[in-house]
């Protein structure tokens, strides 16, 4: 409940912070900054505010809740073996149209390897989330 209350509020000073911007580059901006904070969360090791960035996560069954912390979880535990940890993500790029984005992401790990990863987004009332 803490992180959900977390994610609308961050959610919310994003947008706030973006009034002055087209509208177009408005959602590009919003959607990027909102999926940096989701890997911000998990960069943390806040795995279940991460996780309640998931779209559709509050309907979701606690049981099934529970398998997405643990799998988040091992994906960082993994990072933190083979590559030394999440050290920065970044949001390098992203395309928004009013409902549907991608967010090209890059990561960088305690080791020096970097990734890019493209993350779809979905915006519902109002708020974006991860897909």
């Known amino acids: 409940m803490i992180g959900s209350i977390r994610v609308v509020v961050g959610a919310f000073v994003l947008l706030c912070a973006m009034v002055s911007c087209s509208k177009k580059q408005?959602?590009?901006?919003l959607v990027a900054r909102t999926a940096e904070l989701y890997y911000g969360y998990l960069l943390a090791g806040d795995i279940?505010?991460?996780?309640?960035g998931t779209d559709g996560y509050s309907q979701l069954p606690d049981a099934y809740k529970k398998e997405l912390c643990d799998?988040?979880?091992?994906?960082?535990?993994?990072?933190?073996?083979t590559h030394g940890g999440l050290r920065s993500?970044?949001?390098q790029?992203?395309?928004a149209d009013s409902t549907v984005a991608e967010v090209?992401?890059?990561f960088e790990y305690g080791d020096g390897t970097k990734e890019q990863v493209l993350v779809p987004m979905v915006r519902r009332?109002?708020?974006?989330?991860?897909?």
């Open 71 to 81: 799998n988040a979880a091992m994906f960082a535990e993994r990072q933190q073996k």
């Open 104 to 106: 090209l992401m890059s």
């Open 125 to 131: 009332r109002g708020l974006w989330y991860m897909r």
């Open 89 to 91: 993500v970044v949001a």
């Open 48 to 52: 279940t505010s991460f996780v309640e």
């Open 26 to 29: 408005e959602k590009t901006d």
């Open 93 to 95: 790029r992203s395309d």
